[in-house]
């Protein structure tokens, strides 16, 4: 399954899923570990999105506030 720029995949053995990269690069520190279900997968990733999106624009830090 694919969601916001990620694939969540289950292990294939104990039910477990993982967050994988969709395309080249590496899953960010905080999204790496097993789920056990695509509900905690997802919730992690918008987590990760939505705290690495505040106050940043075009990639850069917003110095305005």
């Known amino acids: 399954m694919e ?7 289950g292990d294939g053995v104990f039910g477990y899923n993982h967050i994988k990269p969709v395309g080249k690069g590496s899953v960010p520190a905080s999204l790496r570990g ?3 279900t695509k509900t905690f997968a997802q919730k992690a990733i918008d987590a990760y999105i939505s705290m690495n999106k505040k106050g940043k624009t075009n990639g850069k830090a917003d110095n305005s506030k």
Do not use: H, L
């Open 34 to 36: 097993a789920y056990t």
């Open 3 to 9: 969601y916001n720029g990620y694939k969540i995949v």
